[in-house]
């Protein structure tokens, strides 16, 4: 694969001065994420779309994106965004596409339960064998798109999207599975705090989950507010790029996991290790899908932007972000 200049379209100055490899980063999550019905692109339960089919797709033929590129956005993302899975080149590209469609029946025959490409759809049942099946995919000398498929690891908004198809369920069975210490971290901004606080909590919003991830600690966040040198500075510094957490979030919510799935409060694990909750039924839901993960889960929350320290522990109130900062618009969606 060449360099960027190289690879770049002639003429093209597209991406807001973006990288090439972000802009088909972004443009790959955008897709399987939430796009793709929108887009007409075949996508199944489990968020598989063929990469021929994904190579088509209007932004990404525009910029002429190769199969080398798709390949290396998977193995180059610092967050695992991406999972590659590998057919057998001897089956029949129709073959993939009726796996696509309909991944629980046989692709030949619909008595089949045994079909390699059907197997091959078959979610593995932890994050490593998923981990090892993307790896697998990469190292794979077969150049043939259309022998491959790529989905999103998490994020996905779209309905027909079954995310518990390929996420890994956390259980108070499993003490192992369980993050430690016992918080999970959700990221957000001065603005959003005063709304989830309103709102009893926080809600998936568009997509099927709530994002959590294992880090960084809250004594590496305080020490390194307090200009502490040492190895809590350097567990930060280490940490920038976290699967899970936006590099730019203000506000860090410390959730005590261990007491939500004691309290009933479902958890999953992503295949880039990320944390995911759909959260508890709203009091008073008309429906299934008004869902949050309430506040009472709330261990500490830091802000962290202008190092205002804790500003809320264990359901009380510490500090009150001034308004000139929770006024200020959020920044915009990023990766």
């Given at each position: 694969m060449g360099g960027e200049k190289d690879r770049r379209p002639r003429g093209q100055n597209?991406?807001?001065g973006q990288s090439r490899d972000v802009q088909i980063s972004k443009a790959l999550s955008l897709l399987l994420r939430h796009a793709a019905e929108k887009e007409g692109l075949k996508?199944?339960?489990q968020g598989y779309a063929n990469v021929t089919d994904v190579l088509q797709w209007r932004k990404l033929k525009s910029i002429k994106c190769s199969f080398d590129e798709?390949?290396?956005a998977v193995e180059s993302s610092?967050?695992?965004r991406f999972a590659l899975l590998h057919i057998p080149s001897s089956f029949p590209k129709e073959s993939t596409?009726?796996?696509i469609e309909n991944p629980g029946s046989g692709v030949n025959n619909p008595d089949e339960t045994h079909s390699p490409a059907t197997s091959a759809l078959e979610a593995p049942s932890t994050t490593e064998e998923q981990t090892s099946t993307t790896e697998q995919a990469l190292s794979m000398t077969d150049d043939n798109p259309a022998n491959y498929l790529i989905r999103a690891t998490q994020g996905h908004s779209m309905k027909t999207v079954e995310a518990a198809s390929f996420l890994e369920p956390l259980s108070?069975?499993?003490q192992s599975k369980i993050p430690i210490p016992d918080t999970v971290v959700h990221g957000t901004f001065h603005g959003a705090w005063p709304l989830i606080l309103q709102s009893g909590?926080?809600?998936c919003m568009t997509r099927h989950h709530v994002h959590f991830a294992t880090g960084p600690s809250l004594q590496s966040v305080l020490a390194a507010q307090q200009e502490d040198q040492g190895e809590a500075k350097q567990e930060t510094k280490e940490n920038k790029v976290i699967s899970g957490?936006?590099?730019d979030a203000q506000v860090l919510i410390y959730i005590d996991i261990r007491k939500a799935m004691e309290a009933g409060c479902p958890f999953w694990r992503s295949e880039n290790g990320v944390i995911l909750s759909e959260g508890l039924p709203l009091p008073n839901a008309q429906d299934d899908t008004q869902r949050v993960v309430p506040v009472e889960f709330f261990d500490v929350v830091v802000e962290q932007k202008v190092k205002m320290g804790k500003i809320w522990e264990k359901g009380q109130v510490l500090q009150e972000l001034p308004a000139n900062l929770t006024k200020k618009a959020n920044p915009k969606n990023r990766q």
């Open positions: 597209r991406g807001g996508i199944n339960a798709i390949k290396h610092d967050k695992k596409t009726t796996a108070l069975d499993n909590g926080l809600k957490m936006r590099r």
